[in-house]
């Protein structure tokens, strides 16, 4: 089955802690990306990447690091987690993103809570 | 630049009555628009997209589109509510930056059903 996978789906930690939020996809998919979503603000894209070793900023990169050392994996790294990063995040994943008819499949989400 | 309006935070209606929820879009390149919809605790599905061919698009689960230009609006509809129909919906412009489309989701419309 087609599909993106991000573990964990709930997470709390408390401020400071170091923590990583896997994505995985099977489709073969070079794009992929990252958005939090937040009441009343909808979707926000964090970081994406268009290939293997290729990533690059979204609207709210601050406070977060990603990597893309495999096609298949998309991992969402913080640092040092504060309360404003309590958030729901998803993951998605498209065959490519060139191609205006390119659809976008998303995880399950991910709910952090920073205390 | 791109960006997406969607015109209501909120939109309630009684089950078997139509639904009309309305997104806006500014792009300075034909755009693609897609809706999303989220139900309560699961990642983002597509409902349907438009990609330059015709103009009314049918989606999944009874839902259509019409895409404007002169209005520059892409509202979603469907004739008759059904309760499993409540959940969240996010209108999304693509259009080209540089070669890359980069998606641009509006802040989402809550449906609530009414029995």
């Known amino acids: 089955e087609a599909q993106v996978t991000q573990n964990p789906r709930y997470l709390i930690t408390v401020t400071g802690k170091k923590l990583t939020v896997t994505c995985s996809q099977n489709?073969?998919?070079?794009?992929m990306s990252w958005y939090r979503q937040d009441p009343g603000l909808g979707l926000r894209q964090i970081y994406y990447?268009?290939?293997?070793?290729?990533?690059d900023k979204g609207d709210v990169p601050e406070g977060y690091k990603v990597s893309r050392k495999e096609k298949r994996n998309f991992p969402l790294i913080l640092e040092s987690p504060s309360p404003n990063q309590t958030s729901l995040y998803f993951c998605?994943?498209?065959?490519?993103?060139?191609?205006?008819?390119?659809?976008?499949?998303f995880g399950q989400g991910t709910r952090l809570t920073v205390v | 630049a791109q960006s997406v309006t969607q015109l209501d935070s909120h939109v309630s209606v009684s089950e078997g009555t139509p639904v009309l929820l309305r997104c806006n879009y500014s792009?300075?390149?034909?755009?693609?628009l897609f809706w999303y919809v989220q139900h309560p605790n699961k990642g983002l599905q597509l409902l349907l997209k438009?990609?330059?061919?015709?103009?009314l698009v049918k989606g999944i689960n009874g839902f259509e589109a019409e895409f404007k230009k002169s209005e520059t609006s892409f509202h979603l509809t469907k004739p008759s509510a059904h309760m499993s129909d409540a959940a969240e919906y996010f209108c999304?412009?693509?259009?080209?930056?540089?070669?890359?489309?980069?998606?641009?989701f509006g802040r989402g419309t809550s449906l609530i059903v009414h029995p």
């Open positions: 998605a994943s498209s065959l490519s993103l060139q191609g205006l008819n390119t659809e976008a499949f």
């Open positions: 489709m073969n998919h070079e794009y």
């Open positions: 990447s268009m290939n293997v070793e290729v990533t």
């Open positions: 792009s300075s390149y034909s755009p693609s």
């Open positions: 438009y990609t330059s061919a015709a103009t």
């Open positions: 999304v412009v693509r259009t080209s930056s540089g070669g890359s489309y980069i998606p641009t």
